[in-house]
């Protein structure tokens, strides 16, 4: 499984300079054609810090009530990465749910799964987080200075 | 004066090799100041120049050698600068590099090469091949140096000022000493010809030594501010994700601490902090707590 590089893909996605969590998912949207909606869930969360569903008209991220607005923006990029790598159609082994797998558990009251713990695609979008974090950070433009960095 | 900007660009590279560790676009520059760097020290400024000489056949390999790396110091310099211009790179962008086979060939051309000799090439500037050796080395700086002042226009009366302005005299003292290889090689003013060229050396270095000092104080008033704000607050939360066994691997903290500017440090930090507050369902203390939050408001200011 060839991951393509993350500040690359994050270039194509955002270009160069920076950008906001708004044209992301505007931005995104065009690329999935479905509106993105992003929920805050005032649930039980647990372990969780974030999950992604997608519905035939429409992809939900649902993320809990955070005091720390950096990390509560790390974990919609999180998600929003997995929305991006999707796009992609590169074949994964991932760590999701499959639809049989969905299908079969729809009356369930919970499911718990476990993946191979370190998957390959968390640390894609955990480092696709990472890099916009770095362009949603930056003040005016996020090319490094060559002689003053 | 030599000395002086021998020093500068030992302190420009020691100072700035952790970013280049970290950033791409610092490399060049970083490359120039060690080609800078070089080239002094092939010249003879730390260790005498027959020492040097000696060790490649003692008949003045240096002097072509200093040549070289003088240039491509000023290429890697330019090749930075269009970076901060955002030139594309056209043809003329590897034209000065042209020059260093001309150079090798006419150097290889230049009879009676030994001794070895600081004045080699006043020395022998009676031969065409110097003075094709010598020409064609200053034209190529020259144009090299003048492609960057055209370049940093835009900047010239922002921080790049001192640039600018060594960069004239740099020009200057090339403009010299092409005067002076073609009036004492095709005219009989050898005398004035000779009173130009002795302008070369204090022009050359003392525009080099500004353009580096100036480019040494940007970069320390840039990163001074920068290591008291975030410094203390990356260390500590380095310590504190090797102490609570954050991370899969104990080398990750450090390895985000090198690898990262230190406010992405610090957010990286703060994240994986989270995360393992949020995957172990624990909090921390209400101190730890409360210096986090901390850090977390100052990141925010600074966005």
Not at chain 1, 70 to 92: T, W
Not at chain 2, 78 to 86: C, I, P, Q, T, Y
Not at chain 2, 128 to 149: D, E, H, N, P
Not at chain 2, 197 to 203: E, P
Request: with cysteine.
């Amino acid at each position: 499984m060839a991951l393509p590089p993350v500040p690359e893909k994050v270039r194509e996605l955002c270009g160069d300079g920076t950008t906001s969590m708004k044209e992301v998912i505007d931005r995104l949207t065009v690329i999935c054609e479905k509106p993105i909606n992003l929920i805050e869930y005032k649930e039980s969360w647990g372990a969780l810090t974030a999950f992604k569903a997608e519905f035939e008209d429409r992809i939900n991220v649902y993320f809990p009530p955070q005091k720390s607005r950096h990390y509560k923006l790390h974990c919609i990029y999180h998600e929003l990465g997995h929305i991006y790598l999707e796009s992609f159609r590169i074949p994964l082994a991932l760590p999701d749910l499959s639809e049989e797998m969905l299908r079969e558990t729809a009356d369930a009251i919970s499911v718990t799964c476990r993946s191979v713990p370190n998957h390959p695609v968390e640390r894609w979008v955990e480092d696709f987080a990472f890099e916009m974090s770095k362009k949603t950070r930056a003040r005016s433009s996020s090319d490094p200075d060559p002689f003053l960095s | 004066m030599k000395l002086l900007l021998f020093a500068l660009l030992s302190a420009l590279c020691l100072l700035r090799i952790p970013s280049v560790a970290k950033v791409t676009e610092s490399r060049a520059s970083w490359l120039a100041s060690m080609f800078g760097l070089t080239a002094l020290y092939i010249l003879g400024t730390v260790t005498p120049l027959e020492v040097i000489d000696s060790y490649l056949g003692g008949i003045n390999v240096t002097n072509l050698l200093q040549a070289i790396f003088a240039l491509l110091a000023i290429f890697f310099f330019n090749d930075s600068v269009r970076r901060l211009a955002n030139v594309p790179v056209r043809w003329t962008y590897y034209a000065p590099l042209l020059s260093i086979p001309i150079m090798i060939v006419s150097f290889a051309l230049i009879e009676d090469k030994a001794p070895t000799a600081a004045d080699f090439i006043d020395s022998r500037m009676d031969q065409l091949a110097t003075a094709t050796y010598s020409g064609t080395y200053m034209l190529a700086l020259l144009f090299t140096v003048l492609r960057i002042i055209y370049m940093l226009r835009h900047k010239a009366r922002g921080p790049y000022a001192t640039f600018s302005a060594g960069l004239l005299v740099v020009a200057a003292a090339c403009s010299c000493h092409i005067t002076y290889v073609v009036l004492f090689h095709f005219s009989p003013w050898d005398a004035f010809a000779q009173a130009i060229g002795s302008w070369f050396d204090r022009l050359f270095y003392l525009g080099l030594s500004v353009t580096a000092a100036g480019w040494l104080i940007l970069f320390l008033s840039k990163q001074l501010p920068k290591l008291r704000l975030w410094m203390i607050d990356a260390l500590w939360l380095t310590a504190l994700r090797i102490r609570i066994n954050a991370d899969q691997s104990r080398v990750s903290p450090a390895w985000d601490l090198f690898n990262e500017t230190l406010e992405n440090g610090v957010y990286k930090s703060l994240i994986v902090l989270h995360n393992y507050q949020r995957g172990n369902m624990t909090m921390f203390p209400e101190s730890v707590q409360g210096r986090i939050s901390q850090i977390e408001a100052k990141l925010d200011a600074q966005t």
